[in-house]
């Protein structure tokens, strides 16, 4: 079988390296990788949608597909069985859909358009970095691009049932071509390491910004009162900008907490030795919808650690993990309920334990690389069946 990686994706995000990393671990299967990457571009989407209406956006936004289509022709692409349309991916739709006409028209082939938008793009701007109000021109313009980009794809691939669920609501769309397939991670980057540095605190950690949807200021508020029980732990916060994090330093001076240290955005590359720093990690604990509806990032790089993972308890969540066998799970938005799920992990070495390597198992067994990879082919197979 061969599947042709298709756009304008960058191939460092983890949504897209897991696929790239577990389908070549699978016998007779060929990627085929035509990509123009462009690490920039979900800034562009995220933080600068003015900049989407110059010409500059537009000329390039034409330059790399054109250029796209033609490494597709030179390279004689049309005996593929699928294009995988990696994230971001929005704009690359449009083309493959042409190629999928081509094919048909010329080859007598068709060639189903897999489309894996990790999550909601106008949800993203709207609702996690609140960059435009739901019913400005903008937010308008982003959720027809992405419509249309959902309605144009054969399948959809999404990290959870309440994500599923989601699209079909906002978009208007057949479940029947949403396709339930978790993250992962990394296995390459993220496995249990040993914290080579000294360390004389028991340390809790988290890794990522500081959008909404993680709940920042329900953390900072929980490790006011883990402050009041005992000195011996420390919070450990990784990510942010430098404006974001000054913000939050005077929040914890002004609060008087003294246990808790900020650090930037660090390279991928560096995270696992901050998680491996850890004796627990936090999820995510915002009250927004999102919140309720996603499996984070940073799940399943404490999975894949073999770290215990403390994170809110939603619908979402609980499609994958269980309270107390392979996480910790406390009420969202709640930084007593935070807190006290700190203090009793911390107090129980014997379950904490338990929970790291139940979910570390979990990984080995559901979500490796090879085996989402395999959920893949299957749903690809099926559709040539049916055809």
Not at 228 to 247: A, H, L, N, P, R
Not at 251 to 275: D, M, W
Request: proline share 3%; aromatic share 14%; hydrophobic share 40%.
């Amino acid at each position: 079988m061969k599947i042709c990686f298709f756009g304008a994706f960058d191939k460092n995000r983890n949504v897209n390296r897991v696929f790239l990393g577990g389908l070549k671990k699978i016998k007779d299967i060929e990627i085929i990788t035509v990509n123009f990457s462009t690490p920039n571009l979900v800034r562009d989407f995220l933080f600068n949608q003015k900049h989407i209406f110059t010409l500059s956006f537009f000329r390039n936004f034409i330059n790399r597909n054109i250029n796209l289509i033609k490494k597709y022709f030179k390279s004689n692409y049309f005996d593929i069985d699928c294009i995988y349309i990696g994230y971001p991916g929005h704009e690359s739709i449009y083309f493959a859909y042409i190629l999928r006409i081509l094919s048909w028209k010329l080859f007598n082939r068709k060639i189903p358009i897999i489309f894996n938008p990790y999550t909601s793009l106008i949800d993203s701007i709207t609702m996690d970095y609140r960059k435009l109000k739901k019913k400005s021109f903008l937010a308008k313009f982003y959720y027809l691009i992405e419509w249309i980009a959902f309605h144009l794809s054969d399948f959809i691939i999404s990290q959870s049932n309440m994500e599923k669920y989601r699209f079909c609501e906002l978009f208007h769309l057949n479940p029947t071509k949403i396709f339930r397939i978790f993250l992962g991670v990394n296995e390459v980057l993220f496995y249990p390491q040993k914290y080579e540095g000294f360390k004389d605190k028991f340390v809790i950690g988290f890794n990522g910004n500081y959008i909404p949807l993680h709940g920042i200021e329900y953390i900072i508020k929980s490790a006011k009162r883990i402050e009041q029980y005992t000195k011996d732990i420390i919070f450990e916060i990784v990510g942010g900008t430098k404006s974001e994090i000054f913000e939050k330093k005077k929040i914890v001076k002004k609060l008087g907490i003294s246990n808790i240290s900020f650090f930037p955005q660090i390279p991928i590359n560096l995270i696992p030795q901050t998680i491996a720093r850890s004796d627990i990690q936090l999820g995510v604990f915002g009250s927004t919808l999102k919140a309720r509806r996603v499996i984070p990032n940073k799940v399943y790089t404490a999975l894949a650690m073999r770290k215990p993972i403390i994170t809110a308890n939603t619908k979402a969540i609980n499609e994958l993990l269980t309270h107390q066998k392979n996480c910790y799970l406390c009420k969202i938005a709640d930084p007593d309920s935070l807190a006290n799920a700190i203090i009793i992990l911390y107090e129980n070495e014997k379950l904490r334990n338990e929970i790291a390597l139940n979910g570390y198992e979990l990984f080995q067994k559901k979500l490796n690389s090879a085996k989402l990879s395999k959920k893949l082919i299957n749903m690809i197979k099926n559709y040539k069946n049916l055809k």
